[in-house]
């Protein structure tokens, strides 16, 4: 099984910020890898796919990049909307995993 | 717009059998481009894949709960179906069912329903 790490499980920022959130997996993954936000009472809503795909409706502020077994999740200037848990996510032959996610709350 | 909701008993006692339904609407399961998948997610916790199916047969199954798992497809309905035997109080968590990108990603997600494992 693959196993993804988040770092850091929360970030404590303020609006305007960048924020940068990293994902590793134990195994190169390639760039099969997508990213969740979810927000409190809300099922998970996909930001990116394929490592740097942004999904339907994203705002171009949301970013990823990476490939292998490290990857990054870019929201370049935080709107007030983005406080939420984010998730990490890959497919491997045998199944998929996620990662523990991490946590913006406001500084 | 597809829309997918799940349906089912939120109460389930120790060691009986867990069954869900997920309605879809607006997309056909029976659509050769995508599979139907199962997440769950523990109350405060993080997510974890539970299975994926597509019509035609082909099925994934996480290997941790692979033992106790079926998924399958109604198509005369449009409905996509979830059976857990052998319930504990650790399987006690929120079920999401999401169209899924044929094993790449989960998209969108239902607005899933809290089963609770007790007697």
């Known amino acids: 099984e693959t196993v993804m790490t988040q770092s850091p499980a929360t970030l404590s920022v303020s609006p305007g910020e960048r924020v940068t959130l990293s994902c590793r997996a134990s195994?190169?993954?390639?760039?099969?890898l997508a990213w969740y936000q979810q927000k409190p009472g809300q099922a998970p809503r996909l930001l990116i796919s394929?490592?740097?795909v942004r999904a339907t409706g994203i705002p171009a502020r949301f970013s990823g990049s990476g490939s292998g077994t490290e990857f990054t999740l870019t929201i370049s200037s935080l709107q007030s909307e983005d406080f939420a848990v984010y998730y990490c996510?890959?497919?491997?032959?045998?199944?998929?995993?996620f990662g523990q996610g991490t946590k913006l709350d406001f500084k | 717009q597809l829309q997918l909701r799940e349906s089912g008993p939120r109460l389930v006692k120790p060691s009986e059998t867990l069954s869900l339904t997920c309605s879809v609407s607006?997309?056909?399961?029976?659509?050769?481009?995508?599979?139907w998948g199962w997440i769950r997610q523990p109350p405060g916790k993080g997510l974890e894949w539970i299975g994926s199916?597509?019509?035609?047969?082909?099925?994934r199954y996480n290997p941790s709960l692979e033992s106790r798992v079926t998924v399958s497809l109604d198509t005369s309905r449009n409905q996509v179906s979830l059976n857990l035997t052998s319930v504990t109080a650790a399987d006690t968590a929120i079920y999401y069912c999401?169209?899924?990108?044929?094993?790449?990603?989960?998209?969108?997600w239902g607005q899933g329903t809290l089963v609770t494992v007790s007697s």
């Open positions: 195994q190169n993954v390639g760039t099969w």
């Open positions: 394929g490592a740097s």
């Open positions: 607006g997309e056909s399961v029976s659509n050769d481009k995508y599979f």
């Open positions: 999401a169209r899924d990108f044929n094993f790449d990603y989960f998209d969108p």
């Open positions: 996510q890959q497919y491997d032959k045998w199944s998929y995993t």
């Open positions: 199916l597509h019509h035609n047969g082909r099925i």
